[in-house]
Every structure is written in C-alpha cells, then in structure tokens.
C-alpha cells in the first residue's frame, strides 16, 4: 500500500497545452468532441441485443429481388431553434450575471423523413403545433412545400393517425412507384422493407395488415439503439442539425410570423444539404442494413463499451408492462405479430368505451309526486326568487302604517 501510495504522489496532471502539443506531434491522433449519451442508450445497446436482431431479420435481407430501392427508413426528428444571445452589455465589475428578458422561442415542428438505401427519399411530413398549419405553407406559398406532406396536432407530436395517413398518401405509393420502375427492368415482385423505431404511432393493425398484403415488411429497431442501427440517426439527421444551427441568432430580429417562415425556409434548405445522395448511402451503410453488413454496427463505440455481464435494465421479456405490446426488435407486419397488436387495439377499445360508459351515466333524482283525489298530478308551486315586486313590498308598507 505504501508502494502505491508513492506511486500515485509521483504521477502528475498534465496541463491541456502539454496534451494539444502530445497530440499534435503524435501520428494518428486528434481531439474530439465526445458525443453524451443516456444511461437508457448505453444499457440498452448491448451486443447480444443486436446480433440477435440481425439473426432475426437476416431473411428479410437475403429475400430474392430485394434492391436498395425497396430498403426505407422512417423516422421524426424535432425541429426547433435554439436562440442564443449574441448581445454584449456593459456591467459593473463587482455587480454578478446580467440578466436579459428572452423573446419566446418558436413551437417546435416535428419533421418526418423517409430515405432510401439507394440515395433517394419521398415525401417529408411537417407536424404543426395548432389544429391548422399556418398561412406560410398554405395558399400562394404552398407550391414551396410541395415536397412535404402538411399535417397540423395540438402537441406537434406524431400520432398513429397521422403515420398511418403519411404512409398510405406517401410511402406506400413510393414503394409501389420504385416496384414498377424494377417491374420494368425486369424485377417481377420485388419485396419491400420499412424500418422503423420503437414509436407507439406505428401500432396500427389495419395499416400493418396493409403493408403485409404489399409485400412490405416492417422490422422494428431494437430499444435504445436507434442511435447504433438507425441510418437517418446516424447520418442525416446530424448533418441537418447541424446545418440548421447555424445562424439562429438572426431570427431574434424578426417577428413570430417572419421567424416561422424563415425557420421553415431554413428546414427546406438544411434538409436539401443533408438529403444528398452520398449522404443517405453512407447512412445505410453505416447501419449495417445494406449492404449487409451485422459486423459494422458491432464495431461501434456504444457497442464495444457494453460487456454481456452487465445488467440490462431493459425489459426484454414482456412482462410488467401493463398490458402494452413491446415492438422491440420484431417484425410487427408478420401474422402474430399484428394478431396480438389487435388484441391489444381492442382491448384498449374496451377501456375507453367503459370509461365514456362511466363518465356518461345519467344523473338520478328522487322526486316525490302529489296527486289528488282524481289521481290527478298536482304540480306545486314554484317558488319565485330573487326580491319580490317593488309594487307589494309598497302596498305591505302601506298597511302596515297607522291611520292618521
């Protein structure tokens, strides 16, 4: 103990110039920026997870016909500036922080995109925080937003109703578009993949029967590893953000109709760069989804720190989840998969219809009813509110004075 103790008083900190100087003169290094991720991701992304999903959609890859074109993802991301204060003020020197009044940040969009291994990409769908999308997407300037599917919730967030809308109008013609284009190559039947997150909103047994029926398959990502096997995740997504944050601050000077269109004119514009086809390619290819590749994803960071004996604090098996159906890593457009996805649909049907049942009860009040000698119903009387006539209360005065 006292060796070590010795040992650890003779090791000294190193200065941040004298590690910029040992980087700078050593050959394959550099200093990065480290990438935060939750403890949920960092559990959740184990390596067993993950082999066994690609075990488990192995066939749908090596499905005969399959081409790039036939490959999608889909998934949202939330698109909202972060304003900061480019302002300086003159303070006194003894005096603490400055405090200025921040303008209201803009409600946040969500954006829903849709690639495709071979570089291309349908329809984007915008998400509104209001029951109507505004007046910058709508009437003379709806031609700009042609490219997007306009939908508008009161939370802005993706519902099942609205993917399942997105799907039928968008993705679905765009898988049934690039299947004709193969047809015409000489490709009968080329089958379909569509990935898709965790996301309640794609719990939808009538959309999945769907899909099914199109030769589409639905896999869903394993929890917590979007950010490991996604490919919008891995690539796009980061290179939209990134051209999206720039220059926020200039939308501080305008008014909250000017920065809405402007922040929609900068959506269009980010996602334009982002969209570009070596860029969506390289995002499947990071993914190890095509090509093929299970060994890519296994070689990530987040999947190298986690070691198999450490525990998972993701439930993997089913049980204690109140009733929910876990996606987790299935294929939710196979038979049992939507069978019990129905099952759930209806009971949860049920809840709602016994809780409205609950809720709608009619009121029951005891009322005795007086009848006379002819059993006849004798209304009684009503008894007049509020102050009575200003006439009577004059003539009861009047009585009650003495005679002169």
């Known amino acids: 103990m006292a060796e070590l103790a010795t040992i650890e008083a003779s090791i000294k900190t190193v200065s941040p110039s004298w590690g910029k100087k040992f980087v700078k003169r050593s050959e394959g290094l550099k200093l990065v920026k480290p990438r935060?991720?939750?403890?949920e991701r960092s559990l959740g992304c184990r390596k067993s997870v993950i082999e066994k999903w690609f075990v488990d959609?192995?066939?749908?890859f090596k499905m005969e016909h399959l081409h790039p074109s036939m490959i999608a993802n889909f998934d949202e991301t939330m698109v909202q500036p972060q304003t900061k204060s480019t302002v300086k003020v003159v303070g006194r020197s003894t005096s603490g922080a400055v405090v200025l009044c921040a303008e209201p940040d803009l409600p946040h969009i969500t954006l829903g995109v849709t690639i495709f291994a071979n570089g291309k990409f349908c329809k984007h769908l915008l998400i509104y925080p209001q029951k109507y999308v505004p007046q910058e997407v709508r009437g003379a300037n709806a031609l700009e937003y042609i490219d997007y599917t306009l939908a508008g919730q009161d939370s802005g967030w993706i519902t099942t109703a609205i993917f399942a809308e997105h799907c039928r109008k968008t993705i679905i013609p765009a898988f049934l578009d690039n299947r004709a284009r193969l047809e015409e190559l000489g490709v009968p039947n080329a089958p379909g993949i569509l990935i898709v997150d965790g996301h309640s909103s794609r719990l939808n047994s009538k959309l999945l029967d769907e899909l099914a029926e199109l030769n589409i398959s639905c896999p869903v990502l394993p929890s917590h590893a979007s950010?490991?096997?996604q490919p919008l995740d891995l690539k796009v997504f980061g290179v939209f953000k990134a051209t999206l944050s720039k220059g926020d601050s200039s939308l501080r000077k305008l008014t909250l109709p000017e920065?809405?269109?402007?922040?929609?004119?900068k959506v269009r514009k980010s996602?334009?760069?982002a969209l570009d086809v070596t860029t969506v390619q390289a995002s499947f290819r990071a993914s190890g989804l095509f090509p093929f590749n299970p060994s890519i994803p296994l070689m990530h960071p987040c999947v190298l720190l986690r070691e198999d004996n450490t525990p998972s604090i993701i439930d993997q098996s089913g049980k204690g989840n109140g009733?929910?159906?876990?996606m987790s890593g299935k294929i939710i457009t196979d038979l049992a998969e939507r069978?019990?996805?129905r099952l759930v649909e209806e009971k949860t049907a049920q809840r709602k219809r016994a809780k409205l049942a609950e809720n709608s009860t009619p009121l029951v009040v005891d009322v005795q009813i007086t009848t006379d000698s002819d059993d006849h119903i004798v209304t009684p009387p009503r008894k007049r509110?509020?102050?009575p006539p200003m006439k009577r209360n004059l003539q009861a005065l009047a009585a009650s004075l003495p005679e002169a």
């Open 323 to 326: 009733g929910r159906y876990l």
């Open 339 to 341: 069978e019990a996805i």
């Open 57 to 60: 959609i192995e066939d749908l």
């Open 259 to 265: 920065r809405r269109a402007a922040l929609l004119a």
């Open 271 to 273: 996602l334009h760069i």
């Open 385 to 387: 509110r509020g102050r």
């Open 36 to 39: 935060l991720v939750e403890p």
């Open 227 to 229: 950010h490991v096997l």
